[in-house]
């Protein structure tokens, strides 16, 4: 057991030959690493799982295979593309990036710190993770796996998220990085996280640190990191109304900012305190012209980091067509959802309806 605090240097080593025998096969992993690939594949990784990312980054990649084939895409068909991985404005910023690539850059992903950063959606973390992958350059990097890790061997206290914390987990990613095979230890470092170093029941049994662990020998893994303080998540309540005609429903676009802007759901309202969900669905449909019998289908729920929604799904027959009011309003068949950027909170509205996606 460490009686003492690990010397940085000592954690290359054994984990860059345990991440060697150990390592899943991935899409994303390879001998030669093309910049842009891994860009994307940093991008989806951010708040998402790995098993959830592996199910959409070669088909998004199939759909925009190089820089330019995004760079020349609609957002709208951006969005459609990365529809289940949720946190839209990293789509956003990924097209916008790639725009900037083209027109800035002569369509090459910078392979420089400085102008890399410059690109929408890219933090130091990211930079990091790709010129230490891309080109085993001697850039550290942080991310909610890297930081269990360092503060469980080093004892770090304090929520991750914090100021001093941070600076100190930075500081230790820097100090720990091998002179020669940045990108692998980084990469080791995090698969270390997610397959034996977990929130918890660590699989310290089994981990190449456990040497080095001063959290292991003084019992307290699951101290570190410490979490941050939660905010209660308030509740959203909604109301919205499937439409249907002849073959076909209507969808209605989000305004241009804020949560979810311009993707595409049924039209829908939030409640004030008191509404009923049955008279304000009626008032929706009122709105858009829509004339039929409402039926109600049930409540649908979806959490955002931020904010519970519960929105409770109505649906009618209609001959009439939709008056809109300006708004941006579709009519089209459940089989050409696919081409619409419709987000998971929506899908789970039209499913409750009845329809199969």
């Not at 959606?121 to 350059?137: E, H, N, W």
């Not at 409640?271 to 009122?286: M, N, S, T």
């Not at 209609?318 to 950027?341: F, H, M, N, S, V």
Request: proline content about 8%; hydrophobic content about 40%; charged content about 20%.
């Amino acid at each position: 057991m460490p009686t003492e605090t690990p010397d940085p240097a000592a954690l290359a080593p054994p984990l860059v030959a345990w991440f060697r025998a150990h390592a899943r096969e991935l899409p994303w992993r390879g001998e030669v690493r093309d910049p842009y690939r891994v860009w994307v594949s940093e991008i989806m990784l951010q708040q998402t799982q790995v098993s959830t990312v592996t199910r959409y980054y070669e088909p998004f990649l199939e759909r925009f295979p190089t820089v330019s084939d995004l760079a020349a895409a609609s957002e709208d068909e951006v969005l459609a593309a990365w529809q289940g991985l949720g946190f839209y404005r990293r789509a956003r910023n990924l097209h916008r990036a790639a725009q900037v690539v083209m027109e800035e850059h002569e369509g090459r992903v910078p392979r420089e710190p400085v102008a890399l950063q410059t690109l929408p959606g890219l933090g130091r973390y990211t930079v990091g993770a790709i010129l230490s992958l891309v080109d085993d350059m001697r850039l550290p990097i942080l991310d909610g796996n890297v930081a269990r890790v360092l503060a469980r061997v080093f004892e770090v206290s304090g929520p991750p998220q914090k100021g001093p914390t941070q600076r100190r987990l930075w500081a230790l990613a820097e100090e720990t990085l091998p002179e020669v095979g940045s990108g692998a230890y980084n990469e080791a470092l995090m698969e270390l996280g997610a397959l034996v170093c977990r929130p918890q029941n660590p699989a310290c049994g089994r981990c190449p640190l456990g040497a080095l662990c001063g959290a292991k020998a003084s019992g307290t893994q699951t101290s570190y990191p410490e979490p941050k303080p939660q905010a209660p998540v308030p509740l959203v309540e909604r109301s919205a109304v499937l439409a249907r005609r002849a073959g076909t429903i209507l969808l209605q676009q989000r305004p241009a900012s804020g949560l979810l802007a311009r993707m595409w759901e049924l039209p829908s309202r939030e409640l004030e305190e008191g509404q009923d969900p049955h008279l304000e669905a009626g008032a929706i449909a009122r709105e858009l012209g829509i004339r039929g019998q409402l039926s109600y289908h049930g409540t649908s729920e979806h959490r955002f980091s931020h904010r519970l929604w519960t929105t409770h799904v109505f649906s009618c027959a209609t001959r009439a067509a939709a008056a809109g009011k300006g708004e941006a309003l579709a009519w089209i068949e459940p089989a050409q959802a696919g081409d619409y950027a419709i987000p998971t909170a929506a899908k789970k509205t039209l499913v409750l309806a009845g329809l199969e996606l």
